[in-house]
């Protein structure tokens, strides 16, 4: 039995998964009727389910006449959707500008394409263009100047370099069921991209060494900055903290990604449903492993994926070039993959010095003195600076650089968005404990003070100092600012910080935050 109405539109999305809560498939007849309006009498149990089970009990829990329960549905219906809203995606803490992720993008591209075949023309190139363009062109999709090109490969992959390149490889073509599902990759890629999760994870797990890293210590070490991380064991490893995904990463780029193809007019269900298929051959061994290796399965993805599309403005989901079937068959027509084979620079120009002879480092939002004998390593107006006498600054044999001496200012964010001063304090505590193994793993004391009227909390560390090779003392201190939290790190050899605390105590009193 079935119950017919006009005011249909706020069911209309709820269908969108086309799966239960317990995987089982919506039949195609159901489907079929409520997109016509037509709600069947004696499948309503599905309804709760598409509101994540608030209204059942209303819906379910005891007869009511058909008219009542439908105008229930309808209302119950328009008050979810106008309630709901859409969760803003925050990347987390970042020390790297976009430009930088530009320039990483593209050196990082050099060695892709010296490693893999990569088809640099053609219609299969043309085609991952026209789709990655679309995406591209949204606002979500940051700016970057995205390039989209296939690798030879029928291995199940796709990656997204830093600041724009994306490669496809052609055995997503080979075993995706529509052209939906290929822009669902595309998509995917194109928000790791956009929410710059590469450099996020880079920044996240060099938090100490990575300032002056970026900086360019005495100007620019050989190679650039993808020199200077390789120098930190950062590159284009599979399991590397720059090409892995967290499945934090993951979700995020699977809702990003579903906003832009329906703002495009894909069905972002079939960028979920994809990435289903292969988490299913890859648990089989049959295929997709490749791209699970660095882009684990975050879970759940074709439910909540579905409860985004019920955020979204309601469009038809009909966009299709036409030209999938065509782009199959010149994927499988391939030609065999081809088999590739896989200092000290000038001190960087500083600030001028004041009448007192020190000079004043301009942040992003923050301003510091520091003594004029020391260098300000970072770039002017960055998120990040390192400080510190040249003789604080320890370069080894293989190029990467260690801060013995000097003082560290950064922004620090959490990936949850949401701020506890407190809980952030002991979290940024703990990576800096996690990252450094020559670190006292006794848990710190964290205590609170006030600098200049602001609540701090200071945390002293000991781990090994890369000068003398005795005690360093780490003293860790975070400030809140703009719901969020600065962090600083006063690095020195025991023996030697009786001697440097009138500098980190004239250094800490500067700082000043806009």
């Not at 360093?472 to 790190?489: A, F, K, N, P, S």
Request: contains cysteine.
């Amino acid at each position: 039995m079935f119950i017919q109405t006009k005011h249909c539109g706020a069911l209309l999305r709820l269908i969108a998964a086309n799966t239960l809560e317990d995987g089982a498939p919506i039949a195609d007849y159901m489907a079929k009727d409520v997109n016509r309006c037509i709600l069947p009498v004696d499948q309503l149990s599905v309804v709760p389910y598409f509101f994540g089970g608030l209204h059942g009990n209303i819906i379910t829990a005891k007869p009511m006449s058909k008219r009542i329960l439908l105008y229930t549905i309808i209302m119950t219906a328009q008050l979810f959707g106008q309630a709901a809203k859409l969760k803003e995606i925050k990347p987390g803490m970042n020390f790297f500008k976009k430009d930088q992720d530009v320039q990483m993008g593209r050196d990082y591209a050099q060695q892709i394409e010296q490693q893999f075949d990569v088809i640099q023309s053609g219609p299969l190139v043309d085609y991952i263009n026209s789709l990655g363009q679309k995406i591209a062109a949204q606002p979500q999709a940051g700016g970057f100047p995205y390039v989209f090109k296939v690798v030879n490969d029928p291995g199940i992959n796709a990656f997204a370099l830093p600041g724009g390149p994306v490669y496809i490889n052609s055995g997503i073509i080979l075993n995706a069921q529509n052209e939906g599902q290929v822009m669902g990759v595309v998509a995917h890629e194109i928000s790791h991209i956009a929410l710059r999760h590469s450099t996020n994870q880079v920044s996240k797990s060099y938090m100490i060494q990575l300032p002056a890293m970026i900086a360019g210590v005495y100007g620019q070490s050989k190679g650039g900055l993808t020199g200077m991380l390789a120098q930190m064991g950062v590159g284009l490893a599979a399991n590397g903290v720059l090409m892995k995904f967290s499945r934090g990463a993951e979700q995020q780029a699977d809702l990003l990604g579903a906003r832009m193809m329906s703002q495009v007019g894909y069905n972002p269900i079939e960028m979920a449903r994809f990435f289903e298929t292969l988490e299913a051959k890859s648990g089989g061994k049959s295929g997709g492993a490749d791209f699970f290796s660095s882009h684990p399965n975050p879970g759940n993805r074709v439910k909540y994926v579905s409860e985004e599309v019920t955020l979204l403005p309601q469009r038809q989901f009909n966009t299709d070039t036409g030209k999938f079937q065509k782009m199959q068959q010149l994927a499988k027509n391939l030609p065999t993959p081809k088999k590739k084979a896989p200092g000290t620079g000038e001190v960087p120009n500083q600030p001028p010095q004041n009448s007192d002879g020190s000079r004043t480092w301009a942040g992003a939002d923050f301003t510091i003195n520091y003594p004029g004998g020391w260098l300000g390593l970072g770039e002017p107006k960055g998120p990040t600076v390192t400080i510190a006498p040249k003789e604080g600054i320890k370069q080894e044999a293989n190029g990467a650089v260690q801060i013995g001496l000097g003082v560290i200012v950064a922004k620090y964010e959490d990936d949850d968005g949401r701020f506890d001063f407190r809980n952030d304090t002991q979290k940024l505590i703990a990576q800096v404990i996690q990252q450094n193994p020559s670190m006292s793993k006794t848990q710190p004391q964290i205590n609170q003070n006030q600098v200049n009227g602001r609540n701090v909390y200071v945390t002293r560390l000991v781990s090994k100092s890369p000068i003398d090779g005795g005690n360093e003392i780490d003293t860790v201190v975070t400030i809140e600012h703009r719901g969020g939290m600065l962090y600083m790190v006063f690095i020195a050899p025991e023996r030697q910080m009786q001697n440097v605390q009138r500098d980190f105590d004239n250094i800490l009193n500067s700082l000043s935050l806009q």
